[in-house]
């Protein structure tokens, strides 16, 4: 009874002991995976080695009719297919995440016909998933081969092998499969980017008739309600309708003026009549700090990249007088090859940061929409210096 005692408390800790596993022929199951990932790449790389030689082959005969081309397309469409479907079997067998190629732009024929068939022939995805199933046929008869006979005769040295073949699965999958990795960052750039202008856009739509409603409309309202009174009065009082009439006059100056500004704040009229310079130079004079403005253009730049340079050189004379506490502060404007350059620089008291809470970040992302470059160096202290590159386009003779 002593020894059945101990050999039954023995054995459950021999059955759950990590580090040291019981000795067999057992494989790991990610073996028995690759194992059998290795052993379909047949039947997978029949399917796609028929299906390449047939339509696409095919297609690219029958280029010099009218019918070729289109076959041709829709046939990389179908090659789409089948890099998709060896991707997901790469996920459940092979453990391999490659992301999902972006899908092909004008794919539905939005855009006419020849944009689409255009787009579909030059379509880099598809002529690798081409190359991926051309050359898949040989490689997966070798592992086919390999992997069914190594289940009976290469038993303790399998998950070597396997692990190699797989490997090179792997690589395969991740060099021909795998979407374009610039193409792919510049889609989702352009994308977010068109986020960025979009809000942009529709925050200065609010913007301005916020600005009209509760500003010159407000005061163009209260103006025709006092004229009202005073044509009642003309007759009855004709001084308290003068001292009217003239109270109106004096509101009318400043519903002009107001509109004055929010047209400048929409685009003024100095930058488009003179340019950057005289522009910079009116905006500086509002600045809290003395600012040297230096302007060396050879020629003017497209009216929308000018108006980009005024505007951000703007908001940051506005951040010198809210926040800088400068005694000075200078603006510097250059092209270098295809790209304009901004410098704007104060010696306040620096620490600006771009999750500082000044519009600096807004200002960086409007930027980035267009391509653009926004770098702040301010430390604590010793001042901000403010590095802006705009890409450079010519003006036409329209604008």
Wanted: proline share 5%; aromatic share 6%.
């Amino acid at each position: 009874m002593t020894v059945s005692s101990t050999a039954s408390s023995i054995a459950p800790r021999t059955q759950t002991d990590d580090q040291l596993p019981p000795v067999g022929f057992a494989f790991p199951l990610h073996t028995w995976k690759e194992i059998a990932h290795l052993l379909f790449n047949l039947p997978a790389a029949l399917i796609g080695f028929v299906y390449v030689s047939f339509t696409i082959f095919a297609g690219a005969g029958l280029s010099v009719t009218v019918i070729g081309l289109p076959f041709l397309a829709l046939a990389l469409g179908g090659a789409r297919l089948i890099g998709r479907f060896e991707r997901a079997r790469a996920r459940m067998f092979l453990g391999v995440r490659v992301e999902e190629p972006s899908p092909l732009r004008g794919a539905h024929g939005g855009e006419g016909m020849l944009a689409w068939l255009w787009t579909s022939l030059k379509d880099p995805v598809a002529w690798r998933t081409v190359l991926f199933a051309s050359i898949r046929l040989p490689w997966g008869v070798v592992t086919f081969t390999i992997a069914l006979v190594g289940l009976f005769v290469l038993w303790p040295v399998l998950p070597f092998v396997v692990r190699l073949l797989a490997n090179a699965d792997r690589a395969m999958v991740r060099g021909l499969l795998s979407p374009s990795d610039e193409l792919e960052r510049r889609i989702a750039e352009l994308e977010s980017d068109r986020g960025v202008v979009v809000d942009t856009a529709a925050a200065d739509l609010r913007r301005i008739e916020r600005d009209l409603h509760d500003g010159a409309q407000a005061r163009l309202v209260a103006l025709a309600m006092d004229l009202g009174l005073a044509k009642e009065k003309l007759l009855e009082d004709p001084d308290a309708a003068a001292a009217m009439v003239d109270e109106a006059h004096g509101e009318v100056k400043i519903a002009l003026q107001e509109l004055r500004d929010l047209a400048r704040g929409i685009h003024p009229a100095v930058l488009t009549d003179r340019g950057l310079d005289a522009a910079l130079s009116s905006v500086a004079s509002r600045c809290t700090a003395p600012v040297k403005v230096s302007v060396e253009l050879v020629e003017r730049p497209a009216a929308a990249i000018e108006g980009i340079a005024y505007f951000t050189v703007s908001e940051l004379l506005q951040n010198i007088s809210k926040h800088a506490q400068a005694r000075q502060a200078a603006v510097d404007v250059w092209q270098s090859s295809d790209r304009l350059l901004i410098q704007v620089s104060d010696d306040g008291r620096g620490g600006a940061r771009l999750d500082g809470g000044t519009g600096l970040a807004g200002l960086a992302e409007r930027l980035d929409a267009v391509d653009g470059l926004f770098v702040v160096d301010s430390p604590a202290g010793g001042g901000t210096n403010v590095t802006v590159e705009i890409p450079w386009r010519v003006r036409t003779t329209s604008q």
